[in-house]
Structure formats: structure tokens, C-alpha cells
């Protein structure tokens, strides 16, 4: 039996141009794996009056004054499995939602000045899902309304409740409080804080 030769198999250059339809695609670059991409952190839900993230996480020792102020124990550690925000303070609205206290007695406890007066105590905002929001579904529900603690953040009109988002503190009441089967509130951490003020 004649043995037939062996196909030439021609590898491709590695940058060939394609073109489809007449309009010329550029080749992709292979991925590399090998390459670390950038560390990103998550924006993190902080206690009322918190700067800056960066500047928070070099700043906070981690002594916890902040968590034994809070009358409502808003406040609790970050578990170790969070990495580089291990054992800082953060909100955790589905345990327990900040109340807004009037004279902040997490802000007055912090004696690294990490939490301060004078920036907005803003720590995030919040959104109704509608398709998941009792009022949006002919049953009567107006307890986010009636619970939350900063005047004006929600208003009830038709008996639907809706979120001022340039009033609104994320202080997560109302996601605490949503008796919906999913809880309708999306409670989302501030993307970015103000900086230390300067003295
Ligand atoms: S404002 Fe009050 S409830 Fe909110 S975190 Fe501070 S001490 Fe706790
Ligand atoms: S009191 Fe200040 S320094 Fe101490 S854990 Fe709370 S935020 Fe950090």
C-alpha cells in the first residue's frame, strides 16, 4: 500500500487580518494569564461621617469604640474572610440599620477622627425594586415611609413609596424594616466619600 504523504498543516500567522463583510477586524490579542490584574476594592457600608476609604482604612486602629457607642448596635467588625478590611466598622442593614442618632455617638467615639462631623453622614443610598415592592402590587404598605429617620429620604404618594436619592442617608432602615416576601430595597454603599478635612 502507497503510503500518501503527510498533509502539510500551515500554521497561521499569528496576525492575520480578517476581514468580514469588507471591513477588516483586528486580531485579538491572546489573553495572558499570567498578567495580575489591578486590585479593585468594593465600595464598603460604612458607619455615618466616615471619610474617604483609603484614607479611613490607614487611619482606623481597629479599636472597635466606634461599635460599643452605638446605642442600636449598628456597627459590627468585618469578618477576617474580608481581607484588608478585616476588623473595621461596617453596616450591616439586614442585621441592624443605623438610626440616624441626632448627636452621633459613633462620630464622638472615634478618636482617630476616621468618622467626622463634618462631612455629610452619608454612607449610601437606597432604591425600591418595584417589581418586588408590596405597594407596587395593590397591597397596602407604607412602613418604609413611616420608619425612616431622615425627613424627606421617602415620600408615599399614591401608596407608593419613592426614594430622594439627594436626601436619602443609605442608612438602611428601610431595607431593615421590608416585610416584602425579597426584600424590594436595594441598599447600596457610597461609591466614594469626602477626604479628611483639613484643620
Ligand atoms: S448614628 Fe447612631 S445608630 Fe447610626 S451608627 Fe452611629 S451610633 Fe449607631
Ligand atoms: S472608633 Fe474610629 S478608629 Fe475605632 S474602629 Fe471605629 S472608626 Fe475605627
Do not use: W
Amino acid at each position: 500500500m502507497t503510503r500518501l504523504p503527510k498533509p502539510q498543516t500551515e500554521e497561521p500567522p499569528a496576525e492575520s487580518p480578517r476581514s468580514i463583510g469588507g471591513i477588516n477586524i483586528d486580531p485579538v490579542p491572546a489573553t495572558d494569564l499570567g498578567k495580575k490584574s489591578v486590585a479593585r476594592s468594593l465600595p464598603v457600608h460604612r458607619p455615618p461621617g466616615a471619610i474617604d476609604e483609603f484614607q479611613f482604612l490607614i487611619g482606623c486602629t481597629r479599636c472597635g469604640d466606634c461599635i460599643t457607642a452605638c446605642p442600636y448596635d449598628a456597627i459590627f467588625k468585618a469578618p477576617d474572610r474580608l481581607g484588608n478590611i478585616a476588623s473595621t466598622p461596617i453596616i450591616q442593614a439586614d442585621t441592624s440599620a443605623c438610626m440616624m442618632c441626632e448627636d452621633f455617638p459613633c462620630i464622638a467615639s472615634c478618636k482617630p477622627g476616621v468618622l467626622v462631623e463634618s462631612i455629610p453622614p452619608v454612607m449610601g443610598t437606597a432604591r425600591v425594586t418595584e417589581h418586588l415592592c408590596l405597594a407596587h402590587h395593590n397591597t397596602t404598605c407604607t412602613v418604609c415611609g413611616e420608619r425612616c429617620p431622615v425627613e424627606g429620604a421617602i415620600t408615599v404618594a399614591d401608596g407608593k413609596p419613592t426614594i430622594n436619592e439627594d436626601t436619602c442617608t443609605g442608612c438602611g432602615v428601610c431595607r431593615y424594616v421590608c416585610p416584602a416576601p425579597e426584600n424590594a430595597i436595594l441598599l447600596m454603599p457610597a461609591f466614594s466619600r469626602p477626604g479628611r478635612p483639613h484643620v
